[in-house]
């Protein structure tokens, strides 16, 4: 029952992508959303990337120095260490985790009050698609702006290592010799390649909970919550395939 | 024209609408009344395209609803105006931006000639001074009125209003009733209202039919309702004590 349930909804969720992926009725106007969208999804989101990732940098580097208390490992380990925590792990996966939930639950709910307020509907009765309209500008807005995000948490993640280091863990200049050790620019290559999926799967998992909401503010509220708890667990399934596929 | 042929529409195994035949007429206003659940909404949906229907036929002068393609049916509904119950303005945007939304996606219109027509359409349901205004800041009234003036910004020649009088007050809503039937004229329009307000029924209703559980139970215009002896009617009708009234200073 349970299995048939999901099957139905992933049925449903590739209709909506079809639908979502149609021609745009008038491309200024999607550009327009897609714009307003960006601001929306994208640059809003800075500040609390900003602060995660400098801080969680900092304790990486500081837990790191921690376990790595031995005087026959150089201390620039640390830093390489917290340099490949962050680029291969906190900034594509847990970032995206932290936009889930903020991006999800923004996309569902707006798109859910759209339905119940009939603003989805006038938008069908005018003759515009409105899955197209209202989600693939999103799509195409976080997709772009995700990997800005996510290589800006890299730098912030570092920076917060550093201030840590400054704090007393470590020398700085094995700080600095540390993250210029064995850098492998693929790792970075494949970070990207893991949020552009991971964005795909945000905007699209929330925008189809909040496409299908039915009844009022209660449904609302449980469907950003199921936004949230599926896109979460999409990047996590997602997170280990890609791996997989690209590291291993 | 719009002509309905026997429409059947289920939710689950709860069957709303059950065969339903009906005409409305160009340049009228065609009323659907009946009592809150007995399908009206549903009816309404089901005739722009917002509810699929089972079974039955929907046609829009002469061409069925059912056999358009994507295509077809989009250009149809650029012919379209709805008034929503919940007026369903975009909450986003401003007023001026509601009234050309559907001129900017599918008009070609310079901005200028959308802002006239924005104007044009908010005078004539008499505000014409809101157009920087958003949704949230006008009352439930002046909401009505521009969801009135956006579902005429294209010239439509089907407009649809789902219980446009729920919500106001006695004489506002007699505003919005005239409203609807000065644009119809105008605009040469054909206009489908769905009601429960008697008001309206008695003011406005060029043609009526009456729905009862899921089913048409009645039809005629605004004159023969007050006459009719059909009891399904008089139940409906003479249910308020004004009304009880009015009937027995007639008889």
Same mark, same amino acid.
């Given at each position: 029952m349970l299995f048939q349930k999901w099957i139905l909804s992933l049925g449903r969720y590739m209709q909506l992508l079809g639908r979502t992926f149609?021609?745009?009725?008038n491309f200024r106007m999607y550009y327009r959303a897609f714009m307003s969208d960006l601001e929306l999804l994208g640059l809003n989101s800075l500040g609390i990337v900003s602060v995660i990732s400098i801080f969680v940098g900092a304790v990486v580097t500081i837990q790191t120095a921690f376990n790595l208390d031995d005087p026959l490992v150089p201390d620039y380990y640390i830093a390489i260490a917290t340099r490949e925590s962050i680029i291969l792990e906190f900034s594509p996966t847990i970032i995206s985790l932290i936009l889930a939930g903020k991006v999800g639950s923004n996309i569902a709910s707006t798109l859910g009050s759209m339905r119940v307020s009939e603003q989805i509907d006038a938008l069908e009765v005018m003759g515009v698609n409105p899955a197209s309209y209202l989600i693939a500008p999103k799509i195409l807005a976080l997709v772009f702006f995700n990997p800005i995000l996510i290589m800006l948490s890299m730098f912030l993640g570092m920076i917060g290592g550093y201030l840590a280091s400054l !704090? !007393?863990?470590?020398?700085v200049e094995d700080f600095a010799y540390g993250l210029t050790v064995d850098f492998n620019a693929y790792h970075v290559s494949y970070a990207i390649m893991k949020t552009f999926v991971f964005a795909f799967l945000i905007v699209s998992i929330s925008g189809y909970f909040g496409f299908y909401v039915k009844g009022g503010a209660i449904e609302v509220g449980v469907n950003a919550t199921k936004a949230v708890v599926s896109s979460s667990v999409a990047i996590i399934v997602s997170n280990y395939i890609l791996t997989q596929l690209l590291l291993v | 024209m719009i002509a309905v042929k026997q429409i059947h529409k289920s939710f689950g195994e709860h069957q709303v609408l059950k065969g339903i035949d009906a005409t409305f007429y160009h340049g009228k206003t065609n009323l659907i009344i009946g009592q809150s659940g007995s399908g009206k909404t549903v009816f309404l949906k089901s005739l722009v395209g917002l509810h699929e229907i089972d079974q039955g036929e929907i046609e829009y002068n002469g061409q069925a609803l059912g056999s358009l393609n994507t295509k077809e049916r989009k250009s149809l509904r650029t012919e379209m105006g709805m008034v929503f119950q919940g007026n369903a303005l975009f909450d986003s945007l401003t007023i001026e931006e509601n009234v050309t939304f559907a001129l900017s996606m599918f008009s070609g219109m310079s901005v200028s000639e959308k802002r006239d027509r924005a104007q044009f359409c908010l005078e004539r349901v008499n #505000?014409?001074?809101?157009? *920087?205004?958003?949704? *949230?800041? #006008?009352s439930g009234g002046m909401q009505k009125r521009v969801a009135i003036a956006r579902a005429i910004s294209m010239n439509p020649k089907y407009l649809f209003c789902d219980e446009?009088? *729920?919500? #106001?007050d006695p004489k506002t809503a007699i505003v919005i009733d005239k409203l609807l039937q000065e644009i119809t004229e105008e605009f040469g329009m054909t206009t489908v209202i769905n009601t429960h307000d008697m008001n309206s029924v008695i003011e406005i209703g060029d043609h009526i039919i009456f729905i009862k559980e899921g089913k048409k139970a009645w039809q005629g215009t605004g004159e023969d309702i007050l006459d009719t002896e059909s009891p399904e009617i008089v139940d409906f009708v003479y249910s308020s004590e004004l009304f009880k009234r009015i009937r027995r200073n007639k008889a």
């Open positions: 149609r021609k745009p009725e !704090g !007393g863990v470590m020398s | #505000l014409p001074n809101v157009g *920087s205004k958003f949704p *949230s800041e #006008l446009p009088n *729920s919500g #106001l």
